[in-house]
């Protein structure tokens, strides 16, 4: 698979000389093989993608108090710098993300979600809009707040489940610049978190306990109880 690289257009040179290559497809530079990417990573963003998921769930929207749908891009085959670009098969879900290729950004548009600022944040990345009244709908929300949550019904009863959407490219690696969590970090008490269901004092992931193991059966969960659905 093409190692698609975010190169900004005043260091193609550089990349050139470094060995990469021009996809006229999806008009970026790209490499062959992922085990030469060390040399390139300053064009990798913070992981780079071997699929790609969409997962979309219905949520009320803060100003028009009318439904609407929001997504998440997610991966389960990825190489973060961080880790050395080691195969990682936990399934990831990739929040704040400020840098995509540009084909890639093109298709979500679609999905209402496309750069923003952020007040909170204090920087633009990539955020759900109200497809009613187009207000911002930001990633904090979709991953730290229990009801909000695109993991929600995994931990929940009666709620709704997300949907999901394979948009792997054959062809392509996608280099993605995002916030990473780090799911581990958090304790694994599921029971207990089921406890305080419904509780106010549940403010965001930790005190969710959202762990890997968790997050991994995301995925199953819903491609399970959607096969074959569309978005
Ligand atoms: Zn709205």
Redesign the pocket.
């Known amino acids: 698979m093409k190692v698609l690289l975010n190169v900004p257009f005043d260091e193609k040179d550089d990349a050139k000389f470094l060995g990469a290559k021009w996809d006229k497809k999806v008009k970026s530079w790209y490499i062959e093989d992922i085990s030469d990417i060390d040399e390139f990573s300053q064009w990798t963003g913070d992981i780079i993608c071997e699929n790609l998921y969409i997962i979309r769930a219905e949520k009320t929207?803060?100003?028009?108090?009318?439904k609407?749908h929001v997504m998440l891009l997610a991966t389960d085959r990825s190489y973060a710098k961080e880790e050395g670009y080691r195969l990682n098969t936990n399934l990831q879900i990739l929040t704040f993300v400020t840098d995509m290729p540009k084909f890639l950004e093109q298709d979500l548009e679609d999905y209402k979600y496309y750069l923003s600022f952020s007040k909170a944040a204090d920087y633009m990345y990539f955020m759900n809009h109200?497809?009613?009244?187009?207000?911002k709908q930001g990633d904090f929300y979709l991953h730290e707040m229990p009801e909000e949550a695109i993991y929600k019904h995994l931990f929940y009863e009666n709620v709704k489940p997300c949907t999901f959407m394979d948009i792997s490219d054959d062809e392509y690696m996608i280099p993605m610049t995002c916030d990473l969590p780090h799911y581990d970090e958090v304790a694994n008490d599921v029971e207990l978190m089921k406890l305080h269901i419904g509780n106010s004092e549940i403010e965001n992931r930790a005190s969710m306990m959202v762990t890997q193991e968790k997050m991994n059966e995301l995925l199953p969960s819903v491609v399970n109880y959607y096969q074959g659905a569309n978005i």
């Open positions: 929207c803060y100003r028009c108090h009318r609407t109200c497809a009613n009244c187009r207000a």
